[in-house]
């Protein structure tokens, strides 16, 4: 039996709105402290240092209870497992965190991020954007969520007045007013799919979300660019100077979603 190589105590471990400190044994959530069993917790360490792969039952056990303890082992680990669920708000029939896998153990299945201590090296990682600035991690995800309900209001708004916006496009721009509805149809409704997915994955703070929606910068930046000049349609109302103002902030931010995701939800863990 292979065994596990010792956890290193002073690293710290960020998953979702989760941070482990291993050498004090504490949990916390945004900041506020958790309370977790010591057991539980060494659990946790475990999955943690193999995140991504499995930890077999009979690992956990000699970690965790040596041969020489009478315990009930899987009544004691089964207790362990639920307690940790518990405080993380996991489930075993739709894991965010730890996964069941029956006959063979458990395996950490979100995003890690360590935070290695002083005394070790610093070594930097190619999937680690150490340029990006650094922020609370709430206040970053709700400025997300306001961009993505942002969009979802200028989407709605726009199927609203479907045909005043073509009327404007002949008479103000000599547009063909039928091409301009259809390009504002055709894009409002892709991006009220995208801007509720982005609002429910925030949500339910989805751990992937990060990668997934680097994916998606591609289609992002061609809807926010089309978008972006949708302000001059106001311009009867609002007046020039301002509908070139508003259109400059439009094409800056898909560059502030994407670097609001990649600090809110890390694509990769830093090990």
């Not at 471990?13 to 060494?42: C, D, H, I, M, T």
């Not at 956990?60 to 082992?73: G, H, I, K, N, S």
């Not at 008479?171 to 063909?176: K, S, V």
Request: proline letters at 7%; aromatic letters at 12%.
């Amino acid at each position: 039996m292979s065994s596990i190589p010792p956890v290193t105590s002073e690293r710290r471990a960020r998953f979702g709105l989760y941070e482990a400190n291993l050498g004090a044994g504490e949990l916390r959530k945004s900041g506020s402290k958790l309370r977790l069993q010591e057991q539980p917790f060494q659990v946790l360490a475990m999955l943690l240092d193999r995140a991504g792969k499995v930890v077999s039952r009979e690992e956990l056990r000699e970690r965790l209870w040596p041969a020489d303890t009478f315990v009930d082992f899987d009544h004691s680990l089964n207790t362990a497992i639920n307690k940790l669920r518990d405080v993380l708000g996991d489930t075993a029939s739709n894991p965010r965190f730890i996964e069941t896998l029956p006959r063979r153990g458990y395996r950490f299945v979100a995003p890690v991020e360590w935070t290695p201590s002083q005394t070790e090296p610093q070594s930097v990682s190619p999937t680690k954007h150490a340029e990006l600035p650094q922020g609370n991690r709430r206040v970053t995800a709700i400025l997300f969520a306001l961009l993505q309900f942002m969009y979802l209001i200028f989407y709605t708004c726009a199927l609203w007045r479907l045909d005043e916006i073509g009327y404007i496009a002949e008479m103000h721009f000599h547009l063909p007013g039928g091409q301009v509805e259809a390009l504002v149809l055709v894009t409002a409704l892709i991006g009220i799919a995208l801007r509720l997915y982005t609002l429910s994955a925030t949500s339910f703070d989805y751990p992937l979300l990060g990668s997934k929606f680097r994916k998606l910068i591609p289609l992002v930046y061609l809807l926010d660019l089309i978008w972006a000049f949708s302000p001059f349609l106001l311009q009867p109302r609002i007046g020039m100077g301002l509908a070139f103002a508003s259109c400059a902030a439009l094409l800056y931010s898909p560059f502030a979603q994407r670097v609001l995701a990649m600090i809110t939800w890390p694509s990769e863990p830093s090990r």
